[in-house]
């Protein structure tokens, strides 16, 4: 069982063993949930990706986590919240003593270089109503070494940084530092956390670049502005910033 503190008491934390998608799952229960509610699951067998990828999750090799989220304000108040939520999930690894990870914009972890985790924020509303968002992680813990662990790019898990000793443990402070600084998101915008965000960095002061379907713009990554974008500076010095949408960023 997970027990949470008092400030943080999600109404609902659901664990499953095995599921198609906890996102999937929990965008489906919205009308009954509370925000801060969690679904955990051991393994997933059509665990979504971003860009419509498919997410290998292998049964008990990953914390695999969605959280549920209401913004009253609507669609629009939401921008610049997948990087909280990178923040939010590095700062708690670095509270249960899990040292050195780091972001890759707009919200990927990074260990050593390699991905440590995904992160995919799905969201749903209508006009003029709240904006309802399912945030979703799968973090490497320990995955198992066998044939349908294949995983199409370099991958980090957090037992490389040393034992893991209570995933429990490792759910409540996820869970705590989620809802903490999703409010405190709420209260002072994306902003509040530039600083934050620029020290985790990982591209931060590398030379990037940015793909935008067939497009590639080439420069040297400078952290995020008040809104969120990412900020390249280009050859001839000139600061471009890219608001998120269909883009990804490789190193150079
Ligand atoms: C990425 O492509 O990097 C994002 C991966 C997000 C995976 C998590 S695992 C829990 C939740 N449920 C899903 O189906 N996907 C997310």
Redesign the pocket.
Known sequence: PVRLGRELAPTRVEVVPVI?????HWLESIPGLEKGDVCL?EC?T??????G?H?V?PFGG?L???LYWRLEQGMAAAMGLSLVVGIAVVEALQAQGFEGVQLKWP??LYLGGR?L????VEMSGTAGGPCHL?I???LNLLLPKDEQTRIDQPWAELAELGEIADRNALVVALVGYLQRYLALFEREGIAAFREQWNRLDYFNGKPVRVLMGEQEVHGRARGIDDQGALLLELDNGEIKRFLGGEISLRGA
């Open positions: 198609g998608s906890t996102n999937q699951a997933q059509a665990g979504r990706g971003r860009r990828r997410w999750s990953q695999i986590l969605s919200n990927d991905k985790a995904g992160i995919l399912v979703g992680m799968g």
